[in-house]
């Protein structure tokens, strides 16, 4: 048996890595000054550090924390309001419930606000755009572009918080026309939009949700004129690729 120590360090943008230290001594060490904390047990040789990081969960949520300077007058009214529809929407069995929560009590049950303290999604959710600052330097912006089949620049608007409302404004940007065609045996045509509701609003909804906005990056929304549309946000694939995914045909495993 191979005793091995494991250090938990944070470092810039705060992601984590792993010491692994053949023969160590049993006991805590701070490795290189700046590990907040180790953890010491024993492995059989010949198993590997993926079989460690799976049992250790070190990565700090950047969305759940707090930001201590912020308080509900940094939030925007509109978007609380959106966000109390979207809430009974998506849970119906509370309804009644909601309509006698408080701000902080409904941002408590939405979770975006822990023991009413403001955390970072309820800043990129929910926040005005002029608290900003106090997600710095962290950008929290969405850029649409449209742009013609040759790839020249034809528009573009930059989109602040809060998000929630920003979603819809960019939705009515994109050029979703209607067609109508006319079958045989009727007089009345079949309609349909270019591009499918869903289809718009669920990777945009993703970007946001999935965004690593440590990188301090703009989501990207382009919009090819009257061919197709292309997100994209800052971050790693946790799979590796798409042909990961294709080739092992379960994600969820990954």
């Keep these: 048996i191979t005793p091995l120590s ?47 990081l799976d049992e250790i969960s070190t990565i700090p949520d950047w969305s759940a924390e707090i930001i201590a300077d912020a308080s509900i007058d940094d939030l925007d009214p509109e978007a609380i309001l959106k966000a109390r529809k979207e809430y009974v929407k998506r849970n119906p069995t509370r309804a009644e419930d909601e309509k006698d929560w408080d701000t902080i009590t409904f941002l408590n049950k939405a979770k975006l606000t822990r023991a009413g303290k403001i955390t970072r999604t309820a800043l990129i ?80 909804h993703n970007c946001i949700a999935h965004q690593d906005y440590s990188q301090c990056a703009r989501i990207e929304v382009i919009e090819y004129e009257g061919d197709h549309l292309i997100f994209q946000n800052s971050g790693t694939f946790l799979p590796e690729s798409v042909e990961t995914v294709i080739a092992k045909d379960c994600p969820e495993s990954v």
Aim: a negative charge.
């Design 6 to 52: 494991i250090a938990v360090s944070k470092k810039l943008k705060e992601h984590t890595s792993v010491l692994l230290e053949n023969g160590a001594d049993p006991f805590i060490t701070d490795n290189e000054k700046e590990c907040p904390l180790s953890i010491i047990f024993k492995m059989e040789d010949g198993e590997t550090r993926d079989a460690i």
């Design 125 to 204: 959710l929910l926040g005005k755009e002029e608290s900003e600052h106090l997600l710095s330097p962290y950008v929290i912006k969405i850029r649409w572009s449209l742009k013609n089949l040759q790839n020249e620049n034809k528009d573009y608007d930059i989109l602040s918080m809060p998000l929630i409302l920003s979603v819809d404004t960019l939705f009515n940007k994109v050029r979703n026309v209607k067609y109508r065609f006319v079958r045989e045996g009727t007089m009345f045509p079949d309609e349909m939009l270019r591009y499918d509701v869903f289809n718009i609003r669920e990777p945009l």
